[in-house]
């Protein structure tokens, strides 16, 4: 069936450093492709999407790239900040159901 | 503020005792999604209603039930309550039936305790 897998977590960096949490899909039609982050007692934010093969999304120094040959929608930031810390849910859109992965906990430390 | 609210924020209770959680859509919403958010078992969906009809159903027991009403907002009722059902429980919205390429405003939860 449809589904994602994400890194386990938890991530720990230095600020300033680079980010990569890496997702994989597994979908039987054409997804859409989300990144969430759900900050310390908040709930989901979308962070960035991507429709269809080959979409970069991006938002606030994050991107992530729809790669349909390796089925895989990567987040990465060039430099990490302590605000950043939060947990990182990538998704998969198909018609009206989303498919979360499973989180993965990004700390940032000064 | 997403535009989501959920009320309560908190919620402790005894097991086989019922509960209900309530959702307000963002204003112009008319989609509600349920969604189970727990340590063991990440984000799970469970019901989605549209207009007042249900429109798909996830991972819902049966112990558990939701329904929409004419204003739009939503309440999800969970009964019978067992020390598993310890989690967040999320609602979001969208303005339509969720078909296509849009994303969900989730609310910022609310968080059930079971003793």
């Known amino acids: 069936g449809d589904s994602v897998t994400q890194m386990e977590g938890p991530v720990t960096l230095s600020e300033e450093a680079f980010l990569t949490i890496n997702c994989t899909y597994t979908a039987t039609g054409y997804p859409s492709l989300f990144w969430y982050v759900q900050y310390p007692g908040e709930g989901l934010q979308l962070l960035l999407k991507a429709t269809k093969a080959d979409d970069k999304g991006s938002n606030k120094g994050f991107e992530a790239t729809y790669r349909k040959e390796t089925t895989s929608f990567h987040l990465e930031k060039g430099s990490v900040q302590v605000s950043d810390s939060a947990v990182y849910f990538c998704?998969?859109?198909?018609?009206?159901?989303?498919?979360f992965g499973t989180g993965t906990s990004l700390t940032v430390i000064p | 503020d997403s535009g989501v609210t959920q009320t309560p924020k908190h919620l402790i209770t005894a097991t086989g005792q019922r509960v209900t959680l309530r959702c307000s859509p963002r204003?112009?919403?008319?989609?509600v999604y349920w969604y189970q958010q727990s340590l063991d078992q990440g984000l799970q969906f469970l019901i989605q209603y549209y207009n007042g009809e249900e429109r798909a159903k996830g991972n819902i027991l049966e112990r558990f039930s939701a329904q929409q009403f004419p204003d739009l907002h939503s309440e999800l009722n969970l009964s019978s309550l067992e020390l598993g059902d310890s989690a967040l429980y999320f609602c979001?919205?969208?303005?339509?039936?969720?078909?296509?390429?849009?994303?969900?405003?989730f609310g910022s939860g609310t968080r059930l305790t079971v003793v």
């Open positions: 979001a919205s969208s303005p339509s039936t969720g078909e296509g390429v849009g994303g969900y405003t």
């Open positions: 204003s112009g919403d008319l989609s």
């Open positions: 998704a998969l859109k198909i018609g009206n159901q989303f498919y």
